[in-house]
């Protein structure tokens, strides 16, 4: 089968695989990308294949890395861009369920392609827009079918991270998983706890933001995979309840907006400890803590205008959408009103600062001093003190001598 719309980053590509072949060697496309090509999905990465040997392609081309060498891969530098290309190759025994033993590079594009995790990953395409299916991915993809390349149970014990996989392409092909497949994900799901967990993240958070994310989480429970992720064991009834919660057509629009509300659902007591488990960044514990709290606070009641000042309107709106998914009332204009009345947005934008403070009244770093500014900061934000300079210093005056 021929691809006849070929997506223009294969086509700037192109010279790449050209120069490989006027070498003697093959090359082709090949991965998610030939997939998304077939599909009509917008293509990110262009990976290619190549029987030529490291050593062989850095012969062909002047300005090369050596990225990853040792797995035969090497970064090739061009006008046209920045390429990986990687000798076609077979793979050891697997010692920690994650990387072969060892690698050997082979000339044989078949045995390249057998080592893949699923069949709609395991296509490959030549110059000419011929598409390569050893495995009858091409069925797959017209079934709407996720099924592991040859034996699924050895696929896995190969890379337990393929599970995770599994699952987030479930959610961003809206695919089901074939019935072998997904006995055999089941059955190697405890080896997840042998996996990084930054890995694993980076699966369940693309799930978690895939248009078709209720299939991989459906998928994820079903497996009972969830029993080996971070502080998730017996927590089907709390994930099935998300899912049940939500309107069946919203999809999260953020990072921080899907782990918050999962938290919420998880019932995490301590969120900072969770986050951590998952070794997130310092930055993303932040905004799904804020998050988490808008959450507890809308509960509560009303947005009032400290609220929007210490958390700002676009985290405020990113809890209204999950409200209106649940059905809850919302609160955009009232939001965007508020928002709009703020005289500040920020400490920062205070006209006085704490030397200000220390020269005028001659006050001394302590308590105090963080004291008075808070007061300063609370009272423009209510609009009950205008953000210049004399109305500040006589409010703090009379503060100081009341004292």
């Known amino acids: 089968m021929r691809l006849h719309n070929l997506p223009s980053e294969f086509q ?30 917008s293509i990110h990465d262009v990976d290619i294949a190549s029987s030529s040997y490291p050593e062989e392609t850095k012969a062909i081309f002047p300005r090369t890395i050596d990225v990853g060498i040792e797995h035969g891969t090497v970064l090739v ?12 190759r077979t793979e050891d025994v697997y010692v920690d369920y994650r990387r072969p033993s060892q690698v050997s590079f082979v000339r044989s594009l078949e045995e390249d392609l057998k080592r893949r ?8 395409l030549d110059d000419q827009a011929q598409i390569i299916d050893k495995f009858d991915g091409m069925q797959d993809l017209k079934n709407k079918t996720l099924r592991a390349v040859g034996r699924a149970a050895e696929r896995f014990n190969e890379d337990a991270l393929r599970i995770m996989r599994g699952f987030r392409f479930a959610a961003s092909l809206d695919f089901a998983i074939e019935e072998a497949t997904f006995e055999a994900m089941k059955e190697t799901a405890p080896l997840l706890e ?5 890995r694993i993240f980076i699966e369940f958070d693309k799930l978690l933001l895939a248009k078709s994310w209720r299939r991989g989480m459906e998928a994820l429970i079903a497996s009972k ?8 064991r017996e927590k089907a009834a709390q994930l099935s309840q998300l899912l049940a919660s939500l309107s069946d057509d919203f999809v999260f629009r953020t990072s921080e907006q899907a782990w918050a509300l999962l938290i919420v659902y998880l019932e995490i007591g301590n969120v900072k400890s969770f986050l951590k488990d998952w070794k997130t960044s310092n930055e993303f514990q932040r905004t799904v803590l804020k998050l988490v709290d808008i959450y507890q606070l809308r509960l509560q009641g009303e947005v009032t205008k400290q609220v929007c000042y210490r ?35 920020d400490k920062h934008e205070i006209v006085v600062k704490g030397g200000d403070l220390m020269k005028s009244f001659q006050l001394k770093p302590g308590p105090l001093l963080g004291q008075l500014l808070t007061e300063v900061e609370l009272a423009i934000v209510e609009g009950d003190l205008a953000n210049e300079v004399v109305a500040i210093m006589a409010f703090l005056k009379e503060k100081i001598d009341n004292e």
């Open 12 to 41: 700037e590509a192109l010279p790449i695989l050209e120069k490989i072949k006027q070498a003697g060697f093959e090359a082709y496309f090949v991965g998610g990308s030939v997939r998304d090509a077939i599909l009509g999905r």
């Open 77 to 88: 530098l061009e006008e046209e861009g920045e390429y990986e290309i990687t000798t076609f």
């Open 117 to 124: 995790d699923f069949t709609v990953n395991a296509f490959a």
């Open 194 to 198: 042998k996996i990084s967990i930054e």
């Open 225 to 232: 995979a969830y029993n080996y992720l971070p502080d998730m």
């Open 311 to 345: 958390y700002g309107k676009d985290l405020l709106y990113l809890v209204e959408e999950v409200r209106h998914a649940q059905g809850l009332a919302v609160a955009y204009e009232q939001i965007e009103t508020l928002d709009q009345t703020l005289t500040i947005h």
